[in-house]
């Protein structure tokens, strides 16, 4: 489960201080098997509230529980096994230069102690779902752009995650592979995971519907 309860967040200014708020006074619960679309123009909040669910910020005021995990309570030491247990897509992608498109896709297996033979399997199904056979040995930057987004995307969720976080995760895609990735997402969820996708774009949800999060001007002003 995920749960927000009266959540804002303010980013400290450049000196240190507490900036502006960029979300106010939200509120909501997102259950087991769920999933759910965050929808708003550009700046509304959509990655902060992400960024929350991935346990990379907490809130300024208000609480934001993680599958079972308050934040406000969390000590250092929980957040890298609470991180281990959601898949992240980043908007802008963030993999690893140095290594392969086969190891980024395999990094988290293995950072979980996954068997090798688990790894090589996990990681071919992936690769071949995702287009990127034939790829395995490049690095990021001799990909595509909507390459190294399925790349990020099949690292995501190679873990099968209990909660999968995805920013704008068909930006760089042609229709038919968006398409493929909301099948692996509405897969993903049909197998227990907690799937939130934020988008700009209403296109994706009227293909998939479920419920709604719309933000504006960092507040909650919808939820259907
Ligand atoms: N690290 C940061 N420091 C200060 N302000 C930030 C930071 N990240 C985002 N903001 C501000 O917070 C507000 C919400 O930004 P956010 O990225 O969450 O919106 P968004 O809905 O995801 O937008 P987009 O669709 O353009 O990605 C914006 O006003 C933005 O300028």
Redesign the pocket.
């Known amino acids: 489960m995920v749960r927000f309860s009266r959540v804002a967040l303010a ?3 450049p000196r240190g201080r507490g ?2 708020e ?2 106010r006074d939200i509120s909501f619960t997102l259950g087991e098997g769920s999933f759910t679309w965050i929808l ?12 929350l669910m991935q346990a990379a910020l907490r809130p300024t005021q208000g609480e934001v529980e993680l599958l079972g995990i308050p934040l406000s309570g969390a000590r250092r030491r929980d957040l890298p096994p609470l991180r281990r247990r959601i898949g992240v897509v980043h ?1 802008e992608f963030r993999l690893l230069a140095h290594l392969s498109a086969w190891d980024n896709i395999a990094l988290p297996l293995r950072l979980a102690g996954t068997a090798e033979s688990t790894v090589r399997n996990d990681v071919a199904e992936l690769l071949d779902w995702m287009g990127l056979a034939g790829k395995e040995e490049r690095r990021p930057a001799e990909l595509s752009g909507g390459e190294q987004q399925r790349l990020t995307i099949a690292r995501a969720v190679v873990t099968r995650p209990a909660l999968l976080v995805a ?2 995760p068909t930006s760089e895609l042609d229709a038919r592979q968006a398409r493929r990735t909301l099948a692996l997402l509405a897969e993903m969820n049909r197998q227990g995971t907690i799937v939130v996708v ?1 988008t ?1 774009s209403e296109d994706l949800p009227a293909r998939h519907p479920a419920r709604m999060l719309a ?1 504006e001007g ?1 507040r909650l002003v919808s939820d259907g």
Request: hydrophobic fraction near 25%; charged fraction near 20%.
């Open positions: 980013y400290p200014d900036g502006t960029v979300l708003g123009p550009s700046g509304a909040g959509k990655t902060s509230v992400l960024r908007q920013d704008e934020a700009h933000l960092g």
